[in-house]
Each structure stands twice: as C-alpha cells, then as structure tokens.
C-alpha cells in the first residue's frame, strides 16, 4: 500500500511564509513526478508546482517568484516553500505523485490534503 502523507499546513499572515512536505512510503519502485496541487472553496483542483525527477519543475504563473518546490527522490520526499503569502493562496494543497510500483507500471497517487489560510 502506497501512501502520501503532508504536512506543514496552517494559518498565516499576508506576506508570511510557510513550508510544506510531502512524504510517499509504501511499496514504491521509483518515483517520476511529485507536485502540489490546490483547491480553494467554490474552485476546480488547480496545479501549483510539480517536480520531475532529473531536477526539472514547473510552477503556475500565480506563484512564480514566491513558491519553491523542492523534490527528494532519493528519499520519496517533496516540500513546498511558500513565501510572500497572499490571502489568495488560501486553499486545501494536495500533493500527488506519479510513481512506479513495478517496472514498466505507473500509477498516479494523492494525498489526503493540508489546508492553508492566509488570512490577517
């Protein structure tokens, strides 16, 4: 069973900073992406940050210059590092990775969600 647990959710003020992590364990033969993806109240699921394994990441325009992700892959982790938060950036943040359990065999995976409030 593979599972992806977060943390480092929470409430802070506008222009604060806060940091996220994604820990995958289970039985996993390699890991090929993890990213962040976020859902505020009355909106679709939206991509935040992904990174590849190699060293690639991409960011959504919304977050570029404040968000960092940062991937593990020797140790199946990933962090979010949000700065200069905005009261827009409130949401549930949800990590995802595609992995591989086998080779040759992928599989998507998510986690159960952090909420994050920014919010004075």
């Known amino acids: 069973q593979v599972q992806l647990v977060e943390s480092g959710g929470g409430l802070v003020q506008p222009g604060g900073s806060l940091r996220l992590s994604c820990a995958a364990s289970g039985s996993i033969f390699s890991i090929n992406t993890m990213g962040w993806f976020r859902q505020a109240p009355e909106k679709e699921r939206e991509l935040v940050a992904v990174?590849?394994?190699?060293?690639?990441?991409n960011y959504a325009n919304s977050v570029k210059g404040r968000f960092t992700i940062s991937g593990d892959f020797a140790k199946n982790l990933v962090y979010l590092q949000m700065n200069s938060l905005k009261p827009e950036d409130t949401a549930v943040y949800y990590c995802k990775a595609l992995y591989q359990p086998a080779p040759n065999r992928y599989r998507e995976i998510w986690g159960q969600g952090t909420p994050v409030t920014v919010s004075s």
């Open positions: 990174a590849i394994r190699g060293g690639s990441t």
